[in-house]
């Protein structure tokens, strides 16, 4: 199955170089070339999109403010931009990839392959569907293996720039993930994000107060965009 993807920069240049680096990849399909992110805006609300190549300085909108207005329904992004200086914003937006512009195709497809990878194991993440919560797990890359992880074991899950450390039953585990994936992939149902850094597995909490749970003997702080989503829901078990 192809990844749609839509093109999102006002320098027509730009767009011709992307569309010709694109052709040629089978796992990819044009769906649109915008030349703005209210173009892109529309296209959204049409239609499913995978993956977004999206530059930071447009007119009307910027790039990042695009991102911020769709962030519940978000796809994959690579920004392809000529500045360098908000890289450390985009990535706060879990964006795969920041590529400088002039693009050589040695480093588009390097981007790419890393939004195939990310995709593949949503993918093996999807076809793991439980049968009951017992028997839940996911599949991630660790130690260049695929490992299988069942849900009931996690303690939490700590996010470390490009990498997570999953702290299990059995014991720890690294993998090549953002923590973004890992927020997606675990069920909200049972799991929860307290901080930037962290995700919890509720029914592993021993006790909270209005800054911290307590999760295996590891006081994990709450961050204050979480705080309060995170105490409204553990208030809700409160007898």
Do not use: W
Not at 149 to 154: E, R, S
Not at 191 to 213: A, E, L, N, P
């Amino acid at each position: 199955m192809k990844l749609k993807c839509v093109i999102v920069d006002d320098e027509t240049l730009a767009q011709n170089i992307l569309q010709r680096y694109i052709k040629p990849l089978r796992e990819l399909e044009l769906v649109a070339v915008c030349k703005n992110a209210i173009e892109a805006n529309s296209i959204l609300q049409q239609q499913s999109i995978d993956l977004l190549f999206l530059d930071i300085e447009m007119p009307h909108i910027s790039g990042l403010n695009f991102l911020k207005s769709i962030a519940s329904q978000k796809p994959k992004v690579i920004i392809t931009t000529a500045y360098r200086e908000h890289a450390l914003t985009a990535f706060d937006f879990d964006v795969i990839d920041y590529m400088l512009k002039p693009i050589s195709y040695e480093r588009f497809v390097k981007g790419v392959n890393k939004v195939l990878r990310l995709h593949n194991l949503e993918e093996l993440a999807s076809q793991s569907e439980p049968k009951d919560d017992h028997e839940a797990y996911i599949y991630l890359k660790a130690d260049k293996k695929m490992v299988q992880i069942f849900l009931k074991d996690i303690f939490y899950v700590e996010g470390l720039s490009n990498y997570v450390k999953i702290f299990t039953k059995q014991g720890m585990i690294i993998s090549y993930q953002k923590i973004s994936y890992l927020e997606e992939a675990l069920p909200s149902s049972h799991f929860i994000r307290v901080h930037r850094s962290y995700i919890v597995s509720m029914d592993k909490i021993k006790s909270y107060t209005g800054t911290q749970v307590e999760v295996n003997n590891v006081e994990i702080p709450l961050g204050g965009s979480y705080k309060d989503a995170v105490l409204a829901t553990l208030n809700k078990f409160e007898r």
